[in-house]
């Protein structure tokens, strides 16, 4: 008998296939006391299984590339903690065994992370997934993970950790559906870069028996298990259509009336620039930058480490825009040399531009860097600084932009309520807002993106959130100036067209997204989007807004 459940769909296409479960968590170590002369060995068998997982995290890093890249080799520098590290010794020190300390150990930081507010307590899974590592190694078992099958499956778990979604072979996991997890956490946005269908939040995901039929509809965030025939036709035909629609719709956005609303792709770094030009992008809206600090959290990489990287990605898009944004450390994005240690709520605490202006030289090495980069490029280079909350913030940033001889836009990310609320007084100072919605939505609900359980305060689609984008996008059209989309909810096709309506002047996203929302784009007129705009935001709920802005878009 067919049955539905509901989730968070967060990567788009539908999936038809039996459930694989994820490989179950490590078992706890028995806690046996060891000699006081085998105390030695065992904190080089801990060290060279922590080096080893670590080399391991990196090396799935740089197969993956990109996003990928940044997430695992944050995982790595994870495994290598020295405070982590140091625990595990005094531990083998007093009778524990390796991985009884390195249990122990991860779970006393553990418990320091999940009470450390929520920003950081959406890094619980990362850590977990390292320990799991790490303790397999030592007990010489298989490592928890994706599942062998020489047959295609859905992949069902907790929650998946970014190595394994890293990694995820697209040709054997149809899609993969989770309890925990929101639509920003690292997995989902893995999965979009993948193309991979995904489903998460969905609770009891883990109580599907194996082998169970199910059909995941990533876009609605739908389960049916057990599909009956007439479902699993219906959902190939839409999946069809949709392919079809893809397939037709080519060349720069636009609504179907010719209005122009170009569509950029987010990148991590280089290895993400080959995805992004095979999807048509018409340039970058987001380059983030941290991959180039992430590689060691002690010092920032030289002006020409810098210079090399930015040049791979300015020259992929000649006469085109890249927008890139400058480092946004702090909060889940921790570097030694840069971020306080003992903050009691990293993510209000200094981030983002906060952090680079009490570390000038930081900052003047990367704008020299990006300069030096575009000098004599077509390229039409953007520059926006992360965590802007007021004019005060935007004036900073720009002056450190002229001070660095920078001939580029400088810009600033709205992410902070505060920066909605007045952004045609920050636009006094920069000239172009990009709207981060994850962030934006974090702080305007108090609601971590990385929590499955206050996901749906996350939902781009919340009304509330929908009013800040077109108080922004008000100002800027009021001043003159652009206003983008660099979030994740860019990359929701029908959300496209709804923020097209608010005036949103171009949409960034990762590449896979992109020929989604050019098709959808091209079905409607910039009236039918203003008007799936207004539907939207005289809802009360995300629900409500999703459905009203169908309604009017399906002419219902």
Same mark, same amino acid.
């Given at each position: 008998?067919?049955?539905?459940?509901?989730?968070?769909?967060?990567?788009?296409?539908?999936?038809?296939?039996?459930?694989?479960?994820?490989?179950?968590?490590?078992?706890?170590?028995?806690?046996?006391?060891?000699?006081?002369?085998?105390?030695?060995?065992?904190?080089?068998?801990?060290?060279?299984?922590?080096? #080893?997982?670590?080399? &391991?995290?990196?090396?799935?890093?740089?197969?993956?590339?990109?996003?990928?890249?940044?997430?695992?080799?944050?995982?790595?520098?994870?495994?290598?903690?020295?405070?982590? /590290?140091?625990?595990?010794?005094?531990?083998?020190?007093?009778?524990?065994? +390796?991985?009884?300390?390195?249990?122990?150990? =991860?779970?006393?930081?553990?418990?320091?992370?999940?009470?450390?507010?929520?920003?950081?307590?959406?890094?619980?899974?990362?850590?977990?997934?390292?320990?799991?590592?790490? %303790?397999?190694?030592?007990?010489?078992?298989?490592?928890?993970?994706?599942?062998?099958?020489?047959?295609?499956?859905?992949? %069902?778990?907790?929650?998946?950790?970014?190595?394994?979604?890293?990694?995820?072979?697209?040709?054997?996991?149809?899609?993969?559906?989770?309890?925990?997890?929101?639509?920003?956490?690292?997995?989902?946005?893995?999965?979009?870069?993948?193309?991979?269908?995904?489903?998460?939040?969905?609770?009891?995901?883990?109580?599907?028996?194996?082998?169970?039929?199910?059909?995941?509809?990533?876009?609605?965030?739908?389960?049916?298990?057990?599909?009956?025939?007439?479902?699993?036709?219906?959902?190939?035909?839409?999946?069809?259509?949709?392919?079809?629609?893809?397939?037709?719709?080519?060349?720069?956005?636009?609504?179907?009336?010719?209005?122009?609303?170009?569509?950029?792709?987010?990148?991590?770094?280089?290895?993400?620039?080959?995805?992004?030009?095979?999807?048509?992008?018409?340039?970058?809206?987001?380059?983030?930058?941290? =991959?180039?600090?992430?590689?060691?959290?002690?010092?920032?990489?030289?002006?020409?480490?810098?210079?090399?990287?930015?040049?791979?990605?300015?020259?992929?898009?000649?006469?085109?825009?890249?927008?890139?944004?400058?480092?946004?450390?702090?909060?889940?994005?921790?570097?030694? =040399?840069?971020?306080?240690? &003992?903050?009691?709520?990293?993510?209000?605490?200094?981030?983002?531009?906060?952090?680079?202006?009490?570390?000038?030289?930081?900052?003047?090495?990367?704008?020299?860097?990006?300069?030096?980069?575009?000098?004599?490029?077509?390229?039409?280079?953007? %520059? /926006?600084?992360? /965590?802007? +909350?007021?004019?005060? &913030?935007?004036?900073?940033?720009?002056?450190?932009?002229?001070?660095?001889?920078?001939?580029?836009?400088?810009?600033? /990310?709205?992410?902070?309520?505060?920066?909605?609320?007045?952004?045609?007084?920050?636009?006094?100072?920069?000239?172009?807002?990009?709207?981060?919605?994850?962030?934006?939505?974090?702080?305007? =609900? +108090?609601?971590?993106?990385?929590?499955?359980?206050?996901?749906?305060?996350?939902?781009?689609?919340?009304?509330?959130?929908?009013?800040?984008?077109?108080?922004? +996008?008000?100002?800027?059209?009021?001043?003159?100036?652009?206003?983008?989309?660099?979030?994740?909810?860019?990359? &929701?096709?029908?959300?496209?067209?709804?923020?097209?309506?608010?005036?949103?002047?171009?949409?960034?996203?990762?590449?896979?997204?992109?020929?989604?929302?050019?098709?959808?784009?091209?079905?409607?007129?910039?009236?039918?989007?203003?008007?799936?705009?207004?539907?939207?935001?005289?809802?009360?709920?995300?629900?409500? #807004?999703?459905?009203?802005?169908?309604?009017?878009?399906?002419?219902?």
């Amino acid at each position: 008998m067919e049955t539905t459940l509901r989730g968070v769909g967060v990567s788009h296409g539908v999936a038809i296939g039996e459930v694989r479960h994820m490989g179950t968590a490590v078992l706890e170590p028995p806690a046996k006391q060891i000699p006081a002369e085998e105390a030695e060995r065992e904190q080089q068998r801990a060290r060279q299984a922590v080096e #080893a997982v670590a080399a &391991d995290l990196t090396a799935r890093g740089n197969l993956a590339g990109g996003e990928a890249q940044a997430v695992l080799e944050a995982q790595a520098l994870m495994a290598q903690d020295p405070e982590l /590290m140091a625990d595990v010794d005094r531990r083998i020190a007093v009778g524990s065994s +390796a991985e009884r300390a390195v249990y122990d150990a =991860f779970a006393a930081y553990r418990e320091l992370l999940a009470n450390a507010g929520e920003y950081l307590a959406g890094r619980v899974a990362d850590l977990d997934d390292v320990r799991n590592r790490i %303790v397999a190694r030592l007990l010489g078992v298989p490592m928890p993970g994706v599942p062998d099958s020489d047959e295609p499956y859905v992949l %069902v778990a907790r929650d998946l950790a970014p190595a394994d979604t890293a990694l995820l072979d697209p040709t054997l996991v149809l899609g993969f559906v989770t309890e925990e997890g929101g639509p920003t956490s690292h997995s989902a946005i893995l999965a979009r870069a993948l193309g991979v269908p995904a489903v998460v939040a969905l609770p009891g995901a883990g109580e599907i028996a194996e082998g169970t039929l199910i059909a995941v509809d990533g876009s609605s965030g739908e389960i049916f298990v057990n599909p009956t025939e007439e479902r699993r036709t219906a959902l190939e035909a839409a999946a069809a259509e949709r392919k079809a629609a893809l397939a037709a719709a080519t060349g720069p956005g636009a609504t179907a009336d010719g209005h122009k609303v170009p569509l950029l792709a987010n990148i991590g770094g280089p290895a993400d620039v080959a995805a992004a030009v095979e999807a048509g992008a018409e340039g970058v809206g987001l380059f983030r930058t941290e =991959f180039l600090f992430l590689d060691d959290s002690k010092a920032a990489p030289s002006e020409e480490k810098q210079v090399e990287a930015y040049l791979q990605v300015l020259e992929a898009f000649p006469e085109g825009r890249v927008v890139v944004r400058v480092l946004d450390a702090g909060a889940d994005k921790p570097l030694d =040399f840069l971020t306080p240690a &003992d903050e009691p709520n990293p993510a209000l605490g200094v981030r983002g531009l906060r952090t680079l202006l009490d570390h000038p030289d930081v900052l003047r090495t990367q704008l020299t860097a990006l300069a030096k980069a575009a000098n004599g490029l077509p390229v039409h280079l953007e %520059v /926006m600084a992360p /965590m802007v +909350a007021d004019r005060a &913030d935007a004036k900073a940033f720009a002056d450190a932009c002229r001070e660095a001889g920078l001939r580029a836009k400088y810009g600033a /990310m709205v992410e902070i309520p505060s920066a909605a609320l007045r952004a045609r007084s920050v636009l006094r100072e920069v000239e172009f807002l990009s709207l981060g919605t994850n962030d934006l939505a974090q702080y305007t =609900f +108090a609601a971590d993106r990385q929590v499955g359980a206050v996901s749906r305060l996350q939902d781009p689609w919340q009304p509330a959130l929908l009013d800040l984008v077109a108080l922004s +996008a008000e100002a800027a059209r009021a001043e003159g100036k652009s206003c983008g989309v660099c979030g994740e909810a860019a990359s &929701d096709p029908l959300l496209a067209c709804v923020l097209t309506g608010l005036g949103v002047t171009s949409l960034s996203m990762g590449a896979a997204s992109i020929p989604y929302v050019r098709a959808s784009l091209a079905k409607f007129t910039l009236a039918q989007c203003e008007r799936a705009a207004a539907a939207a935001r005289a809802a009360d709920s995300a629900d409500e #807004a999703r459905n009203a802005a169908q309604a009017v878009l399906s002419g219902e």
